[in-house]
């Protein structure tokens, strides 16, 4: 079983990506064996109101069950709670937002809040560090990456505050990994889409000086080929029961085990 | 039959103390991949006594000896280029000589001089006499000088090879940074431009829009310092091109522009 839980569907604002319809992600899907992934709505996160891309998501992933909503929740928006309220009633495993395309303080109290009322109900909340690389992105897309500091913050603000966190390199989960204590630690989930392999071997340092239970199975795709994350899995000695963490299994405590 | 033609491995002089640990790591990612044969460039000492984009001549004697060295070491798995720093004229056309009488099969030019200012055509020329290609260090892109190097984009690099057109050139990491688009759009018109694939990035549609520009005679596979994302594009690229063209950029594109005899398969 392997479930991808940093996964868009539609179309990104600064270039041409091919693959972005729902059919063509699980064909992508299908190419490098993922079972499952946790979408989002890629045009949404961009929009003023990115919540209003979740009606369309939740139709899309009724018609196609291998794929499961990742709903966007803006909490500088009046009605951010009843955004809330749906996506744990339409069995989202997580929700998301990123402060820095919403333009709010990313630890601000908005975010705060959110993070507090997704916790008391019982969801992870997702977030990108970034989507690019920054030395490729378009010259209009100057929206700041996601501190570190932020994702220390958040993680603070409750004990029943998740995390799932994606697109961060090595530095950045180990500034916050080791800038909390370890019951913070313990409810931050770090996608591996962005983490390199060998022969810097970032990935395989941290599942040995982090755990394997901190990392859980993402691509970035389609933005980013798929491969890529399998390929980094691939090159891991790691014991069938770890891969099998990573691969699934990690992202089901992050979602809470709920199904 | 696998080359990466964009491999580095570290020498003891350098920055990284876990130098011996990194080099077996590529050598043991490289035979999971399958690679045949890295084909690796050593720039001085990567910053312990001279910048890594600016070595000194000293330090770039160092780091041509000690790719020397390795290859002579896994004669079966190393190939290497002799780096050289234009800026010295005289000291960089020897070591090219130098090198390839010790049986380096390249050139490679990191960041020390713009790719089309006119110190590099005596390296060209050098490079030519002695049939050797010649890998370019390239910012893809670039809109302003970066710190710590003298970085080209593909547009600079095309334009010493239309001076060059005897000279195999192959552009270095198109995915490994910067706006790949910007250098696809100049590529097509210069035929002994070579694209190499490495670099971390793994964009969607990149490929398809290397070989739209390049074609596939022009591709040629690499890593640098991502192995798993160079076995990523490894995985699409036999997943969108037939048998044929797969084997193009996995190896007979680089056993082409290399000279003679530099690969078991030759």
Same mark, same amino acid.
């Given at each position: 079983m392997r479930i991808d839980v940093n996964a868009f569907l539609g179309g990104y604002p600064f270039a041409k990506v091919p693959g972005t319809s729902p059919k063509d992600v699980l064909a992508a899907m299908d190419r490098a064996a993922i079972d499952e992934a946790w979408v989002t709505h890629l045009p949404g996160l961009f929009w003023r109101d990115p919540p209003a891309g979740n009606a369309w998501l939740y139709d899309t992933c009724r018609e196609f069950p291998r794929l499961h909503p990742v709903a966007a929740v803006h909490p500088g928006l009046a009605n951010w709670s009843d955004v809330l309220r749906e996506a744990v009633a339409r069995d989202?495993?997580?929700?998301? $937002?990123?402060? $820095?395309? $919403?333009?709010?303080?990313?630890?601000?109290?908005?975010?705060? !809040?959110? !993070?507090?009322?997704?916790?008391a109900a019982g969801r992870p909340l997702l977030l990108a560090v970034r989507l690019e690389d920054t030395r490729q992105r378009h010259p209009n897309d100057v929206t700041p990456e996601l501190p570190a500091a932020a994702v220390r913050a958040l993680i603070r603000s409750?004990? !029943? @505050?998740?995390? @799932? @966190?994606?697109? !961060?390199?090595?530095?950045f989960i180990e500034e916050v990994h080791f800038g909390s204590t370890p019951d913070e630690a313990r409810r931050i989930w770090w996608d591996i889409s962005w983490i390199w392999g060998p022969p810097e071997e970032h990935l395989a340092t941290l599942l040995r000086t982090i755990g394997p239970e901190r990392f859980v199975f993402g691509t970035g795709q389609p933005l980013r080929l798929p491969e890529a994350a399998v390929a980094k899995l691939d090159l891991l000695d790691v014991s069938p029961e770890q891969r099998a963490a990573i691969e699934s299994k990690n992202a089901a405590a992050a979602r809470g085990g709920q199904r | 039959m696998l080359i990466d033609v964009h491999a580095h491995f570290f020498p003891e002089r350098s920055p990284r103390s876990d130098w011996?640990?990194?080099?077996?790591?590529? /050598?043991?990612?490289?035979?999971?991949?399958?690679?045949?044969?890295?084909v690796t460039s050593t720039l001085g000492t990567f910053g312990f006594t001279s910048p890594t984009y600016f070595p000194s001549p000293d330090d770039v004697v160092y780091g041509n000896d000690f790719t020397i060295a390795l290859q002579r070491e896994h004669a079966a798995r190393i190939r290497g280029y002799a780096c050289v720093n234009p800026n010295y004229q005289d000291h960089a056309r020897a070591e090219i000589a130098r090198g390839r009488s010790a049986g380096l099969i390249g050139v490679k030019l990191a960041a020390s001089r713009r790719a089309d200012d006119p110190l590099l055509d005596a390296i060209c020329d050098t490079a030519r006499h002695h049939g050797l290609p010649i890998l370019q260090h390239i910012w893809q892109g670039r809109r302003r000088d970066w710190p710590g190097q003298e970085a080209s984009d593909g547009a600079?690099?095309?334009? /010493?090879?239309?001076?060059?057109?005897?000279? +195999?050139?192959?552009?270095?990491?198109?995915a490994g940074g910067g706006?790949?688009?910007?250098? /696809?759009?100049?590529?097509?018109?210069?035929?002994?431009?070579?694209?190499?694939? +490495?670099? +971390?990035?793994?964009?969607?549609?990149?490929?398809?829009?290397?070989?739209?520009?390049?074609?596939t005679e022009r591709l040629l596979w690499g890593s640098d310092i991502t192995m798993d994302t160079g076995w990523a594009k490894l995985r699409y690229l036999k997943h969108i091109l037939s048998p044929a063209d797969f084997e193009l950029v996995a190896w007979k594109n680089a056993a082409r522009i290399f000279p003679p005899g530099s690969f078991p398969s030759d």
């Open positions: 989202a495993p997580a929700i998301r $937002c990123d402060p $820095c395309y $919403c333009a709010l303080a990313p630890s601000g109290p908005e975010m705060v !809040a959110l !993070a507090t009322a997704a916790g409750g004990p !029943a @505050v998740r995390l @799932v @966190v994606t697109h !961060a390199d090595r530095g | 011996r640990a990194y080099n077996a790591s590529r /050598l043991r990612a490289g035979e999971r991949i399958g690679i045949t044969l890295h600079e690099l095309c334009r /010493l090879a239309a001076r060059h057109p005897q000279v +195999s050139f192959i552009l270095a990491h198109v706006d790949w688009r910007h250098t /696809l759009a100049v590529v097509p018109a210069h035929a002994n431009v070579y694209l190499d694939l +490495s670099g +971390s990035g793994v964009d969607s549609g990149m490929l398809e829009a290397c070989l739209a520009a390049a074609g």
